[in-house]
């Protein structure tokens, strides 16, 4: 991936496999937003594509401080690309803190754009440098583009006569108009983009596409003394049909309101605003035309409970949060346990324990999630792999809510809420319908009568005429649902409860591998956002004619009925997780085997480079 | 046409279930009351649910025979207000006590008399925690002495009905768990009310806490130290009907005096105005025994409800995204043809 080198300027582009740049800036840069329109112009040219947006917790933090850096990372390619990149190729880094945070990560020889209008006296003390990083050749190993693009773009907006604070915040799209020049991106699809975002605002509109156009103009008319070629990446052999961009914050609403469709009922969303999971609620929100109502609640608590109530009164409760929320929620998913009331319960997971590290990606909150609750509580665990998973993950869990009458956990995380990838858009009309039908014959009811191959209870609603009964945390007669303290009532109630979990494995998919054989030297086992880091690195060591195999599970708890035969079936397991070895205990304790962790707990996606390491070194190769 | 539906009597809102409160317990009287005011307001045991948190008063949709959730400690009224969301047709009841409501709970009480979901909420104040066998409670008054405060309790109680006027609820009212004789009617008024409900009910605890209302609810002693307010009359009360609440000259406060003594007219009686929240405010604060129980619908002033306001959002965006699809959605904004 040798992108950049210091050539002679042509107008002759040279091909690439794939090339990852990363955006780096104050959090009011506007670098998300740079990211994501060069995201659209990219997908739109046909190119596959993944992406990371890394920003702090606080919207706003001190300018030019190290802890207000905001990035976007996306890698793109014309083969197929499963994450946002180990290493950036290209790194614009709009000040010096912007820089200090991220030069580590530009590979050797990559190329960094700098804008030297921010890099003064007073950023270099803010981010901590003594002197200034372009003047002290500690950036050698570098291709540097020094730019003051701050001075380009109020040149550039100058006749729009806006405030000076205004016209500064035109830079992101002259940013923005050099990138798409050195990649051949269109800048079409950002100017309709532009026009609609600053409708109201047609002076902003046009300022900032100036800035863009000047951005470009400039990389297209050699004012680059020749540092720097345009690259052409080519298309990627997708498979055939139509395409967008999803993020996974996206897929989860979309997948829910299909399952709403799929099982005919209304969704009712409770929920409460945290990081990272609060687009769910805002996507929902303006759906309110496919029935979805969603209910801001004033706490975790309220925003679960009013979620049961709505399936105890007919609807597909679902509620939404991260881990500290899902904390809160415990109490109440027991009682959803224990009525076998329906509900999904979203957890996109960020880095804890407590507040954490709210807008950095984890995946610990497995052990809370298969584990977590007072008593004997069984629940079913799902886990989306990548932002496009989530869809079919949602419609999943709501199948299973639905007709096993329990609350269904589905795991997805900061990376894949808020990555985005290209989506074939499915077929709607393909999806497997699963309609609900509520009891409403009164001879022989009781509201704990079972399906007796699912278990499922059955679902009365009130306002039925005749099934008036009462339910409640405290115990069940299994024959009666009246309140019972009977110790052989109770063994037998727990022991149906996980049977009927448990019975689930019959109702999922076979595992099998994503690459490899199933059987062999080495799997790698992964869960949820490592999918692609995995998937990469399994290829390339494949490649590289090593014997090893990708599994990688969706079905979290309970596990695939042959799991434990396909595991056994390899000399060595390795699970690499961004925890400390959650899903590892769960493989040890289940099949008691081997298996030994790779455990990443920075905040940051595995790279591609961690795992192949690891793999090379199990296989000792 | 329809035949017209049974009419049915407080029996058979009655479950075979045992009842398992303490003998005596003012639980009972409730019960009784509310199986009552069902008949009396002709609810349907099919369209009626009742939804309880944690703790004794929470016990009770067992003994309902319509439908019934026994949630967790606190929460109630956020279950009710997702039931009441889904299906605005139900006829919603949360049964709370002092400590599930105002201690564990308190929270989602504000929220939903805040927000005003068409519910009734019946708040079983006891003034000590029983299931759990006696501690002090957040209306336990300064100086109870109890398990968990030996020496005697220390923090200011809380006044349910302020907090449910502070909190913005539109109907409130207070009653006694033995006065069978005005409780199915005050509930017959809560039901009527669009919007949130708010009844506290003094509710005497024989085990832990006997007779802690027993100055004003004695037969003996009800006369002259409860006072039953009715929207339009004078808030007259005593044995002889003599005494009265005025608003005490140049003062923002209200008196007790005697009709005829002091040069007192039955024209400086107060008459109670329950869409006062003024008035309201002065009549839920009145400390006894200074003051007499004031017991009745002291506020009454609707506002529009929480899940027709929802309702109408819903309403609002299927009208203008009419044909709206998910596939027009999934479609919405940059697609592109891969071939």
Redesign the interface.
Known sequence: MNVIAAVPHDREMRELESVVVRFAGDSGDGMQLTGSQFT?AT??E?SDLATFPDFPAEIRAPVGTTYGVSAFQINFGSSRVLTAGDAPDVLVAMNPAALKVNIGDLRAGGLLVVDTGSFNERNFQKAGYEANPLTDNSLAAYQVLSIDMSAMTLEAVKSFELSQKEALRCKNMWTLGLTLWMFGRPRQ?IVEWLKAKFAKRPDIAEANIAALNAGHAYGETAELSGQVKRYAIG?AS????????VTGGQALA?GL??AS?LAKL?I?F?SYPITPASPVLHHLAS?????V?T?Q???E???I???????????L?VTSSSGPGIALKG??IG?AIA?ELPLVILNTQRAGPSTGLPTKTEQSDLYQAVYGRNGDAPMPVLAAATPADCFNMAIEAARLAVKYMTPVMLLSDGYIANAAEPW???D?KSLKPFPVTFRTEKEGFHPFLRDPKTLARVWA??????????????ERNYDSG??SYDAANHQRMTETRRNKVLGIANDIPLQTTESGNSSGKLAVVGWGSTYGAIEQAVRRARKDGLDVSHIHLRYIWPLPRNLGELLRGFEKVIVPEMNTGQLLTVLRSEYLVPAQGLNKISGQPFKIADILAAIHQTLGA | MNEPLPKLLPKDFA?D?EVRWCPGCGDYAILRGVQKALADIGAR???T?F?SGIGCSSRF??Y??????????G?A???????K???P??DVWIVTGDGDGLSIGG??L??VLRRNVDVQILLFNNEIYGLTKGQYSPTSKIGTRSPSTPMGSVDAPLSPCSFALGAGARFIARSIDTAQKQLPDLLARAHAHKGASFVEIYQNCIVYNDGVFEAFTDKALAADSQIWVEHGKPMLYGKDGKKGLRLKPGTLELEVVAVGENGVSPSDILVHDETNKTLAHLLINLERPKFPAVLGVIYCNPAAEYEEA?EA??EA??T???G?S??K???S???????
């Open positions: 659209v997908a739109l046909g699809p298309k997708l498979e055939p049909g139509l395409y967008r961009t979309w309101v299909a469709e209304p009712f409770g759906m309110k035309e496919f029935g109502m209910f609640a004033e706490d608590i309220a925003a409970c009013s979620a049961i109530g709505a399936s105890y009164a007919g609807a409760g109490e109440a009682l009525t074939k858009l499915p709607l609603v009130p306002g039925t005429p005749g099934l008036q009964h009462r339910i409640g945390g405290i009246h309140i | 479950t279930q045991p099919e369209t649910v939804i949709p067992y309902m025979a319509t439908y019934g959730f026994h949630t967790i400690h929460r009224p956020s279950f009710a207000t997702g039931i969301l889904v299906n047709k139900l929270n989602h504000l929220h929802v959002q819903m965006a299927r203008a995204k009419s709206a998910l596939e959605v999934l479609k904004g940059r697609t592109w043809v891969v071939e």
